[in-house]
């Protein structure tokens, strides 16, 4: 059986062929990731098309998730290929066009002196180089040199004190999520959000501009300290969260990040969202054949805490063997799978809306009756996909497997933890149900004679309502 928690690679010049593609699937990836911050457009199409056609090929649903690179702030360029900054100097910041040097630098963001305080930090180049600002004039900012060294041309820049006044959706992120919606991609990820206004206006856009595609699921990349005080107005806007613990580090320290994401998933879990866990999850093996100890550790706990996902980035996208590293993450996760029940600390009691208390308490009564009979998976039959997701955060302990007849909802299962997903036509009776379950797990080699199934769907089936119906159901 594939992993319940499912892997989540990211595409790349080292898997950016149809034959590594298949065997990142066949190694068990269900989640490919499209990082727009790299690559062209035409790129990232064809990187696209190809994980649909691998996926095609094996016949095993996967996703695709497009990550938005959001409002990445840089430095501007500089009159010399670097320059080195020196500790306990003063340097002039400036939002307009200059070429930098020991003395300006420029920081092409709208409304930075308006935004920053006296005290605030800016950390440029992922944290190596920090200034601190000591005095404003009406169109720069003197900051100290706290931490010099080393500074190249167009470096990011993190302000982990202050809430920007700009958008986390960029003109870039929308032709970015045009070429995604045309190429009929699974889940959106938005970076650097501050608060849920960013969710709210990237939901509105699809509404207005692709109503088919409005429901599409969208993840919010938690990796600024804002993000994290709105963490709970962000989750009642946004399907899922990502803890991105690359830029979440450079905002509040390292030695902050794992209370931090305890936090993230521990909230997502509750309100019924999906969670993802990133970053640095197997680095050393963008090198190594190897993962190190405290990586597998790593890995591991993600899985304790409850993480519905876990993400590599380099390791598949420029590592030396992606498809080792995708192999060496399933035997991580399945070994700490075999343990959940006795580390978890998700028990997967969800503080559920009311608005969706129905389908809850039919979810939870299906995993309770799976706990108390011999059963071997719970099938459900979706049209939103919205059952089979909420009952993946109930972790049940047996397979869940998904039955949708829209082409979209089945794909986008392959998100979600424990779900396999299955393409089937409208059914219009319980019987018409039944012989689809039959056909499809047999045929797949998922159920054998006698076992026994819990059933969830919306009676009347043929009203396609929402899930209503609990059923126990034993194959002859």
């Known amino acids: 059986m594939p992993c319940k928690t499912k892997i989540i690679a990211t595409l790349g010049p080292a898997s950016s062929d149809i034959e ?27 990187l696209i098309q190809l994980a649909k056609s691998a996926s095609q090929s094996l016949c095993i649903p996967t996703s695709i998730m497009i990550d938005l690179q959001g409002p990445k702030i ?95 959706f960029t003109d870039k992120d929308l032709r970015d999520l045009l070429v995604g ?21 990237l939901r ?65 879990n509750r309100m019924g969202k999906y969670v993802i866990t990133a970053t640095q999850m197997l680095e050393s093996m963008v090198e190594s054949a190897t993962p190190t100890r405290a990586e597998a550790n790593d890995v591991a706990n993600a899985i304790f805490d409850g993480s519905d996902a876990v993400m590599l980035s380099a390791e598949t996208s420029i590592g ?25 600390v998700w028990d997967g009691n969800l503080a559920i809306k ?3 208390e129905d389908s809850y308490f039919v979810i939870k009564a299906a995993r309770n009756l799976s706990d108390d009979r011999n059963v071997t998976a719970i099938c459900v039959f979706t049209q939103s996909g919205r059952t089979a997701s909420l009952l993946s955060k109930t972790r049940p302990n047996v397979p869940i497997y998904a039955f949708t007849p829209n082409s979209d909802v089945y794909t986008q299962l392959s998100l979600y933890w424990g779900v396999q997903s299955f ?36 009676y009347p089936v043929h009203q396609f309502r929402t899930a209503n119906l609990v059923m126990l159901h034993t194959f002859v």
């Open 20 to 46: 590594t593609i298949s065997n990142l699937i066949r190694a068990g990836v269900r989640v490919f990731r499209i990082n727009c911050s790299h690559g062209t457009e035409k790129e990232r199409i064809r």
């Open 181 to 201: 919606i045309g190429q009929s991609i699974d889940a959106i990820a938005l970076s650097f959000i501050q608060n849920e206004a960013d969710i709210i206006k």
């Open 423 to 458: 393409l089937t036509p409208r059914a219009s009776n319980l019987a018409e149900i039944l012989a689809i379950l039959e056909n499809s797990l047999y045929q797949s080699g998922y159920l054998r004679s006698e076992n026994q199934i819990v059933l969830i769907c919306g």
């Open 74 to 168: 840089r430095i501007g360029d500089l009159e010399q290929p670097f320059i080195l900054l020196q500790s306990g100097r003063t340097i002039k910041i400036t939002t307009q066009s200059v070429l930098g040097n020991e003395n300006v630098l420029s920081i092409h963001l709208q409304g930075l002196v308006e935004n920053l305080s006296i005290g605030d930090r800016i950390l440029i180049d992922d944290g190596k180089i920090e200034l601190k600002v000591i005095r404003k004039e009406s169109a720069s900012l003197e900051a100290e040199i706290v931490v010099g060294g080393k500074l190249l041309p167009r470096k990011g820049v993190n302000f982990p004190d202050t809430e920007l006044s700009l958008s986390g």
């Open 204 to 268: 509105k856009i699809l509404k207005d501009q692709y109503p088919t595609r409005e429901k599409i699921p969208i993840i919010a990349k938690i990796e600024r300290p804002q993000a994290l005080e709105h963490l709970a107005a962000i989750l009642e806007h946004a399907d899922g969260v990502m803890v991105a613990r690359g830029d979440l580090a450079i905002e509040i320290s390292p030695a902050c990040v794992p209370t931090a994401q305890k936090q993230i998933i521990s909230t997502a």
């Open 320 to 344: 030396k063997n992606p498809v080792l590293v995708v192999k060496t993450m399933a035997s991580i996760i399945e070994e700490a799978e075999k343990n959940l029940a006795r580390w978890s």
């Open 354 to 356: 009311s608005n969706e």
